[in-house]
């Protein structure tokens, strides 16, 4: 069964970091990408950044490119969201999730997480 569970969000001022944990059990970054994902009050969840089981490329919505660093620990089972320099329209909920090999489709994830709140104010 496949499971994921998000932590490491919290409260954080402008200018920040913070670094978020996917911890994930039944399946294998050998053959399945993770994606981060965010939804901010009001607004429709988007992806953020995503890493692929075909080589571990990554993606990076343009919004986080340059701030965020996404990884992987294969021996572990963790993706991990390193999150720089935080604004506070990076506010939402983050939430992981897997099911397609590739990034080619923020629309193909359908296993998720529960989320963790990100809050960035100062």
């Known amino acids: 069964q496949v499971r994921l569970a998000e932590s490491g969000g919290g409260l954080v001022q402008p200018g920040g970091s913070l670094r978020l944990s996917c911890a994930f059990s039944g399946f294998t970054l050998n053959y399945y990408a993770v994606s981060w994902f965010r939804q901010a009050p009001g607004k429709e969840r988007e992806g953020v950044s995503c890493?692929?089981?075909?080589?571990?490329?990554?993606t990076y919505a343009r919004s986080v490119e340059g701030r965020f660093t996404i990884s992987g620990d294969k021996a572990n089972n963790v993706v991990y969201l390193q999150m720089d320099n935080l604004k506070p329209e990076d506010t939402g909920v983050y939430y992981c999730a897997t099911d397609p090999p590739t990034c080619n489709n923020w629309s193909d994830f359908r296993h998720w997480g529960q989320g963790t709140q990100v809050t960035v104010s100062s």
């Open positions: 890493i692929s089981s075909v080589g571990g490329s990554t």
